[in-house]
């Protein structure tokens, strides 16, 4: 079942953009020739506004709208192996509660430290109680360390599974929303998915937002257009599912996601049942040592002393 909802998750990572990432210089021409949606059809026209003039100018025939999806891809595939470390303020869903964590990525995992539960700070016994935490792993960061390699595993997954995205949809010029330009997707009858991730993702269904300029993911949102069976049911089964994710410039060419909205739900073996909730709001983003060790992460935590903020 674990395993199941790990395919979830990833997939629908994976569907956003089309995914995550940070930030590139944009393709354009030729580049996002080779790299466009096979099974993607030409639209009709893009409008007038100026993020459309913007694309219709850089090339003597309009793009269509998966080879637009190919560049924004193709963008994010690259900038993925830049891996700069963060600091950022997140406050997530835990269950029945809201939790406030400030977090900065080190080169031996990410490590946090809550700050509020439900909008309230917390307490001096609750305090005391992650301060313990977090000394603990100071002494034996062996849990940290097994969470980094299994992010790590998670990268390599996505990054194949976002290599697919192209060719997994057919892509259709939608206007433009807030001077960004609007696509939809749906399934490529054409593409036989080969993995359960794969799957998952042909599955879904909804729009994109892409910032025309710099060829980057904006906002997506998707819906599971299917049943998705695993072992024709007899494994599992995940009925119904929907993803949001919202990014924003944080920098010069730098994107970072700064909302989660996940919800899947299903079967698994002997009838258990499946939920996968992810709820995320990050803010406060800043840039930080790639080198950064857990002592100096738990330092800055504590104090505060912070790099400015990032700002396009």
Same mark, same amino acid.
């Given at each position: 079942?674990?395993?199941?909802?790990?395919?979830?998750?990833?997939?629908?990572? $994976?569907?956003?953009?089309?995914? /995550?990432?940070?930030?590139?210089?944009? =393709?354009?021409?030729?580049?996002?020739? %080779?790299?466009?949606?096979?099974?993607?059809? #030409?639209?009709? +026209?893009?409008?007038?506004?100026?993020?459309?003039?913007?694309?219709?100018?850089?090339?003597?025939?309009?793009?269509?709208?998966?080879?637009?999806?190919?560049?924004?891809?193709?963008?994010?595939?690259?900038?993925?192996?830049?891996?700069?470390?963060?600091? *950022?303020?997140? %406050?997530?869903? $835990?269950?029945?509660?809201? /939790?406030?964590?400030?977090?900065?990525?080190?080169?031996?995992?990410?490590?946090?430290?809550?700050?509020?539960?439900?909008?309230?700070?917390?307490?001096?016994?609750?305090?005391?109680?992650?301060?313990? @935490?977090?000394? #603990?792993?100071?002494?034996?960061?062996?849990?940290?360390?097994?969470?980094?390699?299994?992010?790590?595993?998670?990268?390599?997954?996505?990054?194949?599974?976002?290599?697919?995205?192209?060719?997994?949809?057919?892509?259709?010029?939608?206007?433009?929303?807030?001077?960004?330009?609007? !696509?939809?997707? *749906?399934?490529?009858?054409?593409?036989?998915?080969?993995?359960?991730? $794969?799957?998952? &993702? +042909?599955?879904?269904?909804?729009?994109?937002? &892409?910032?025309?300029?710099?060829? #980057?993911?904006?906002? !997506?949102?998707? +819906?599971?257009?299917?049943?998705? %069976?695993?072992?024709?049911?007899?494994?599992?089964?995940?009925? *119904?599912?929907?993803?949001? =994710?919202? @990014?924003?410039?944080?920098?010069?060419?730098?994107?970072?996601?700064?909302? &989660?909205? &996940? +919800?899947?739900?299903?079967?698994?073996?002997?009838?258990?049942?499946?939920?996968?909730?992810?709820?995320? #709001?990050?803010?406060?983003?800043?840039?930080?040592?790639?080198?950064?060790?857990?002592?100096?992460?738990?330092?800055?935590?504590? *104090?505060?002393? =912070?790099?400015?903020?990032?700002?396009?």
């Amino acid at each position: 079942m674990e395993k199941t909802g790990q395919f979830v998750f990833l997939s629908l990572l $994976a569907a956003g953009s089309l995914l /995550l990432g940070k930030a590139s210089p944009a =393709l354009s021409g030729d580049a996002a020739e %080779e790299s466009g949606g096979r099974g993607s059809s #030409r639209a009709a +026209h893009w409008g007038a506004s100026p993020a459309t003039e913007l694309i219709a100018s850089s090339r003597p025939d309009t793009p269509t709208a998966g080879e637009l999806v190919g560049a924004v891809v193709a963008n994010e595939l690259m900038d993925r192996e830049k891996r700069r470390k963060w600091f *950022s303020t997140i %406050e997530k869903r $835990a269950g029945k509660q809201t /939790l406030t964590e400030v977090q900065i990525e080190t080169k031996d995992g990410p490590l946090y430290r809550l700050l509020a539960i439900d909008g309230t700070a917390l307490n001096p016994g609750q305090r005391q109680q992650d301060d313990a @935490r977090i000394g #603990r792993l100071m002494t034996d960061p062996r849990s940290l360390l097994k969470l980094k390699q299994a992010q790590e595993e998670d990268e390599l997954k996505l990054e194949k599974l976002m290599s697919l995205m192209p060719e997994a949809f057919v892509y259709d010029c939608d206007g433009v929303e807030e001077n960004l330009l609007r !696509v939809k997707f *749906s399934p490529n009858p054409k593409y036989s998915p080969p993995t359960y991730e $794969a799957r998952v &993702i +042909h599955s879904l269904a909804g729009t994109i937002l &892409i910032d025309s300029e710099q060829k #980057r993911l904006a906002k !997506v949102a998707g +819906h599971l257009m299917d049943r998705v %069976e695993f072992g024709y049911g007899l494994l599992g089964r995940i009925d *119904s599912g929907t993803v949001e =994710l919202g @990014r924003v410039a944080v920098g010069p060419q730098e994107w970072k996601t700064t909302f &989660i909205n &996940i +919800h899947f739900s299903g079967r698994a073996v002997i009838f258990k049942t499946i939920n996968k909730e992810q709820y995320e #709001r990050r803010s406060d983003f800043r840039a930080v040592s790639s080198d950064l060790s857990l002592a100096d992460a738990k330092d800055l935590l504590v *104090s505060r002393l =912070l790099p400015p903020p990032q700002t396009p």
